[in-house]
């Protein structure tokens, strides 16, 4: 087995960054480059200022005040740093297609085609290739084909190696992964590359958490895995719209499925919907790849998942709009909490997006708090659904940098995202400062309905008659 001492990693995003950052700190004889295109996010990585890094994950600015500048670095130099590593991880996006063929469902794979070129252009010396970017399957063979049709006439092994950290979590994720997935080709130099990458993961895992595959089982299990995990959810958030036409309370449904071992308490929290980068996109891509293996049973059967999560964000904005009297129109609307969950200043996916967006259609006034994210970000989401105009969502859509401002003579407050300081709030105090009746939507379920009853407000929470 070869050991290597440089590393690049292409793309500098909410995955490439911390998991470079944890493998930097945890291999100090190894140097890790992060590159990307983006000249401002390098910057921002780059920053002296570390709570103003692009990404905000609890753990992380420690790990890079550590190893900055040490042996972790941040560049545009894409080039120089392909050309001088021995491992190179492609972390770029991969977005759903908004054009042509597999439109809204398939993967776009540009920005993967783009990197494989130019690695092939670049590269002078033989190179190890890990896709990291979640891909349909077979993706690795099409790097390959580029690669070697390409390149230099030098050798690249393309392994598969999934990151199935989840954000808010992820530096803990990555220091005590479940399992590490490595897939490569049984071939001697496979063989070897694959090897090597397990033993820059058993710098800090043992060794039976790193699980060797081919690549097809790699590259399709990170997509299982969301799916499976976005299935839990989805078929909690079924029961709790059951639970709210019946006296059934959906926590006690959870925490009695749960119990049982076979399957276990975990991703059973009902909610306004799942969010994310990943769970959608992922879903959509299992469903274009069984359409067009031709299994239509298969992807309609997937896709019943995103059916379920559209349908409960729809449900907690049309039960907003059914309380206030069936009109929301010019009534403000407070949203604790944007992101797609706690603990990350990410917002991609959030179903607090489709539920502004669905008041916003009823001309409600709505004024957003959330700790993390900023009004430019916000405002960016709502622009892309084209919905209507940037100057109308302007209009219509606040930001406030405080939690009792936004509360401020508002007719509802909607919480969207699972924050732990909206759990300590006064909301006796808030319930003073808004219009009466003060109605209170938990979309996250942190709230105790008994004491918010006794605040006066009229209080909803989700799965709960
Ligand atoms: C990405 C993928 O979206 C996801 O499927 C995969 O599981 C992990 O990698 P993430 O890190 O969250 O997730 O994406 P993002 O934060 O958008 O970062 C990607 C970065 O790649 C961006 O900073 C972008 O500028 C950069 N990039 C993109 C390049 O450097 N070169 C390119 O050609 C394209
Ligand atoms: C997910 C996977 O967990 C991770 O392994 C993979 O690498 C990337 O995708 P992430 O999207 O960062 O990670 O967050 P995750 O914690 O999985 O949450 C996804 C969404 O589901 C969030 O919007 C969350 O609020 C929601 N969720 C999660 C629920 O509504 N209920 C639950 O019980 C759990």
Redesign the pocket.
């Known amino acids: 087995m070869k050991k290597i001492h440089k590393i690049c990693c292409i793309g500098a995003g909410y995955v490439g960054g911390p998991t470079m950052a944890v493998i930097a700190s945890q291999c100090p004889e190894i140097d890790v480059t992060v590159v990307d295109i983006n000249q401002s996010r390098i910057d921002a990585w780059n920053q002296q200022d570390l709570d103003k890094l692009p990404v905000y994950e609890p753990g992380l600015k420690e790990i890079v005040e550590k190893t900055r500048g040490t042996n972790l670095f941040f560049s545009t130099e894409v080039d120089a740093a392909i050309d001088a590593a021995e491992m190179i991880f492609i972390s770029v996006n991969t977005p759903t297609k908004t054009y042509g063929k597999g439109k809204g469902q398939a993967a776009d794979l540009k920005y993967i085609e783009l990197c494989a070129r130019n690695i092939a252009k670049v590269a002078k010396t033989d190179k190890i290739v890990v896709e990291k970017s979640t891909l349909p399957v077979r993706t690795a063979e099409a790097v390959k084909s580029i690669l070697d049709n390409t390149g230099n006439g030098v050798n690249f092994e393309i392994l598969s190696n999934p990151?199935?950290?989840?954000?808010?979590t992820a530096i803990d994720?990555l220091l005590k992964a479940d399992r590490v997935l490595i897939g490569g080709d049984d071939t001697p130099s496979g063989l070897e590359a694959k090897a090597t990458l397990s033993w820059v993961y058993e710098h800090w895992l043992e060794k039976d958490r790193i699980l060797q595959t081919n690549v097809w089982s790699s590259e399709l299990s990170k997509l299982v895995?969301?799916a499976f995990?976005?299935q839990?959810?989805s078929s909690?958030n079924s029961i709790s719209a059951l639970c709210e036409k019946t006296d059934a309370n959906v926590a006690e449904v959870s925490r009695a499925i749960g119990k049982d071992s076979r399957i276990g308490p975990?991703?059973?929290?009902?909610?306004v919907?799942?969010?994310?980068?990943?769970?959608q996109k992922d879903i959509l891509n299992l469903v274009y790849i069984a359409k067009s293996f031709g299994l239509p049973e298969v992807a309609d059967y997937w896709e019943q998942v995103i059916i379920m999560n559209d349908y409960q964000k729809r449900r907690f904005a049309e039960n907003i709009i059914a309380t206030l009297y069936n009109t929301v129109s010019g009534k403000k609307i407070a949203f604790y909490g944007w992101a797609?969950?706690k603990d990350?200043n990410d917002t991609r996916e959030?179903?607090a997006i489709y539920v502004a967006d669905a008041l916003l259609d009823e001309q409600a006034e709505i004024v957003v708090y959330d700790p993390k994210v900023s009004a430019e970000v916000i405002y960016n989401d709502l622009d892309y659904l084209n919905t209507r105009s940037p100057e109308e969502n302007r209009r219509l859509l606040k930001v406030v940098s405080n939690p009792m401002e936004a509360a401020k003579d508002a007719h509802a407050i909607a919480i969207l995202t699972?924050w732990e300081e909206f759990k300590t709030y006064d909301w006796k105090k808030i319930h003073e400062h808004m219009l009466k009746p003060a109605f209170l939507f938990d979309g996250r379920r942190i709230l105790d309905k008994q004491e918010m009853d006794a605040f006066g407000f009229k209080f909803y929470k989700i799965g709960e008659a």
């Open positions: 990151e199935f950290l989840a954000e808010g994720d895995a969301n995990l976005a839990r959810v909690i975990k991703f059973l929290s009902s909610s919907g799942f969010g994310g980068s990943c769970f797609f969950k990350t959030s179903a699972e």
